[in-house]
């Protein structure tokens, strides 16, 4: 039942409300008042905004009892705050009033002058909730923040949404979207040919041959070691003489002057001969390892020196893992979308070059972009394509020591001229040959020493027999003489 009051309405009683409602009723006109969650609520307009206002708080509430007379209540409402209004009544029914001390937001001591019993009830204020404002505009905090059409203005400022800050990053990278358009840092450098080049060193340790490096032209020179530099290597022994890289042996045999003089240096010779021999041995044994770890320290430092030079130049590597060529479309309405190229060949730093110059986008609502004939196209770690000038770095070998293969878009493949690799194992080969004539030399005069001491022994042999042949001839004479002493003695 609707009653309608078309002027003024006075009442001599209480105006009761005895309907509480469960929610705000929808589309409500001005004027109109409710119960809610035992709240008064009125639908008016404040400034330019239609909206419910609460002529009431909601409450929460809590009763203590307090059974055993106590001058100290300790009431634990747990109503989450310290702002309450409570009231004591004793066990007649009677009000008190008495002091409340905060213990926390969930409770407070009531400090009696005696022991009292009663109750005391604690009400605390509810949250309000309004579900509906129609205004065109909401001022808060004296227009430090307004909501309008428009947006949220801060100070004078409106807050960036998605929609404006998509828009200010487009506008921003398309301005900034490859390396003519992005200003070069002062640590992260763009690349060019010459700071490749200075960025590689190359140092000589000494040893045979020399090693070298330009980096204004990016050539890397060796030059192996020379006929002295190897001969200076060898020396000579006992028997043996050097000459200008020629090995000769000492054939000299020594003649013997007397008799005596040959018995006791055939002796002597014997003794020396023998310890010549150990030592020469020894010596022998020593020079070929010298000359074998001379060799070996040469081939390694060779070796090592073209593997310096091998990484050296495989530190240029391949700027980027080159996968192949592209057509451009010939207007930006059929640009080329690069979002179509298999998976495995869109990660970053995978390369293509322009065959024909024309236009190219990313996915089907990318920028189309426009790139020269055989400008390199490179993904980038954002998902997005650089490009490259099409301008190539060229690295040069050295005549008969170096050679440098490939190209910027390959890669390039460096390795030593089989000139050098054919000087090397010439080298090697005539070190060989040295070694092996020097060990047969060695051979050939144990030989010619083990011949000599049997020709000195056999000397020494008939020398013996001799002698003794001659002093029996002369013991015999001297016999003779005596018996022909004796004979005359008779006479």
Partial sequence: METIVHSDLALQGALIMSKNEADFPANPTLGTMIIKDYCIYAYIRIGSMDTWYPFSRATRSYVHVQGAPSSAWIVNHQLGTAD??????????????????DINENSFQLDFTTATVGRCVVVAPDTISVPQLNATEINVANSSVIINNSGVLINGSYALTAASIEQQIADAIATKDNSDEITEGTTNL??????????????????????????????????????????????????????????AVD????????????????????????????????????????????????VSRAQAAEASIAASVAALGNAFNYVGTLTGGATSGVAVDMNLQPTGNKDPGDYYRVTTAGYFKIGTGGTPFFANLNDGLVWNTSGGIDIIDNTDPTVYGTVNEVSVTGSIDTGFTVALHSAFSGRMTSVETTINTEITR???????????????????LAAESSLSSAILAETSRAQAAEASLATAVIDCGTY
């Fill in 251 to 298: 054939n000299t045999i020594a003649t013997v002057s007397s008799l005596n003089a040959e018995i006791t240096r055939a002796s002597n010779a014997e003794s020396t001969l023998s310890s010549s021999i150990s030592t020469e041995i020894s010596n022998r044994t020593t020079a070929v390892s010298t000359v074998t770890t001379n060799l070996n320290t040469e």
């Fill in 84 to 101: 309450v209004w409570f009231q004591v009544t004793d066990s007649t029914g009677n009000i008190v009033f008495v002091g409340k001390t």
């Fill in 190 to 247: 763009y690349f060019t040919n010459s700071r490749a080049r200075a960025a590689i060193s190359v140092t000589d340790n000494g040893g045979d041959g020399s090693l070298s490096y330009n980096n204004t032209t990016g050539v890397i020179s060796y030059t192996g070691p020379s006929a002295s530099e190897v001969q200076s290597h060898f020396t000579s022994g006992t028997g043996i003489q050097i000459t200008s890289g020629q090995i």
């Fill in 438 to 456: 020097a060990t047969n030399a060695e051979t050939t005069i144990a030989a010619n020493v083990l011949v000599e001491k049997t020709r000195a």
